[in-house]
């Protein structure tokens, strides 16, 4: 491999800090990015991005590369989190980290590298790039480790993005990356994962809205009608949702009105023109399972939307892929019908396509028609 010049984001965690090590051990030139994509919460105990400088700074310094930390605050809030709030608002459960991944990992922090001088940009995410030889596009493919795959969240990436990227660790899985941490000394080869929203950390989710979005209460009606209890603002609900709806101690009257004594209650739908929750009993109420999708603001990775076709396709993260047929309804537009229906098929998530390892691209879901009318 001719050797290149590579700017790694490096996060402060173990999968970016193998990501930086691999490549210098290929004969790289390697230098080192931390972002700073928010800066509201810089004193509070959520916010580890401070720590995380840190642990980046100490990581470059054992490597032996350089380390720059650039500030993307301004973009983010802009082109990520303006959005985020829109969605909620709207009353559907948008994913964040798709857009943060499409316009400041592979946008800003791309045109900054490229700045720098880079050839090339590294992440620590578990994907694959490879170009296909006979049509000359760029595949984004799974990652090797199934339990860590993230293509899910990079689907909205585009040729020219995917043409200067590289995922080392998408070779490899979680446990070697942590051998490799340990073998060479790394100070995190150790540190746990990050998990949730990056800007919301650790916090409570419903804690962290309420300083952005104002809060209307309604009722929680089941099935039948009746209402059985009062919500704080449809925006602070997800589909599926089962904990934090303040009705477990009433299950015994959702008896009486038809529901099992000891049964769940699930968030089933959202009505915002009656500022309504209804709820149901049951994880597999008819209520919760979709056969079909439609999806809008599609972003397809060879650049163009594939045939119709059968596919699979993920409706969330972490979620095996569903055997579906894919139909087109104009560049950015198409649906998806299910032989097995989905649960908690969620309005403002992505549904991502995938043909075996090679993932397709996808689109925010619109609404999903369920197997009994509301």
Not at 207 to 221: D, H, M, Q, T, V
């Amino acid at each position: 491999m001719t050797k290149q010049r590579i700017v790694v984001g490096l996060s402060g965690g173990v999968d970016s800090a193998v990501t930086a090590h691999l490549l210098k051990q290929q004969g790289h030139e390697v230098v080192g990015i931390f972002m700073k994509n928010w800066e509201d919460d810089d004193d509070s105990e959520y916010c580890s991005s401070n720590i995380d400088f840190v642990d980046a700074a100490a990581v470059a310094d054992v490597l032996g590369i350089e380390i720059e930390h650039v500030n993307f605050a301004a973009e983010y809030r802009d082109r990520v989190f303006a959005e985020f709030l829109q969605e909620y608002q709207a009353g559907r459960t948008p994913n964040p980290d798709i857009l943060c991944n499409a316009e400041i990992k592979f946008k800003a922090f791309l045109d900054h590298a490229m700045r720098l001088g880079a050839e090339k940009i590294a992440t620590g995410h578990y994907a694959r790039v490879r170009e296909n030889n006979l049509t000359g596009h760029h595949e984004l493919l799974k990652g090797l480790d199934p339990a860590k795959d993230q293509s899910y969240f990079l689907h909205r990436l585009n040729q020219a993005q995917l043409s200067k990227t590289l995922f080392p660790v998408g070779e490899l899985h979680k446990t070697e990356v942590r051998r490799i941490a340990d073998d060479i000394g790394l100070p995190n080869a150790k540190k746990k994962d990050s998990t949730g929203i990056c800007f919301i950390g650790e916090r409570p989710f419903r804690e962290f809205l309420n300083r952005y979005i104002s809060k209307e209460p309604g009722p929680i009606k089941n099935p039948k009608g009746h209402t059985i209890g009062e919500h704080v603002g449809l925006s602070f609900y997800t589909l599926g949702q089962r904990q934090g709806l303040g009705i477990g101690g009433i299950k015994a009257k959702g008896a009486q009105r038809g529901g099992g004594e000891h049964n769940p209650w699930f968030v089933a739908r959202k009505d915002l023109q009656n500022n309504t929750l209804w709820v149901v009993q049951g994880h597999d109420h008819p209520w919760l399972l979709s056969g079909e999708l439609s999806a809008l603001n599609a972003s397809w990775v060879a650049g163009s939307p594939p045939a119709p076709q059968d596919a699979g396709a993920k409706t969330r993260y972490r979620q095996a892929d569903a055997p579906c047929t894919f139909d087109t309804k104009g560049p950015a537009h198409f649906a998806l019908h299910f032989p097995q229906a989905q649960w908690a098929v969620t309005p403002g998530q992505s549904a991502v396509l995938y043909q075996g390892d090679v993932c397709l691209g996808g689109g925010i879901i619109e609404q999903a028609s369920a197997l009994m009318a509301a």
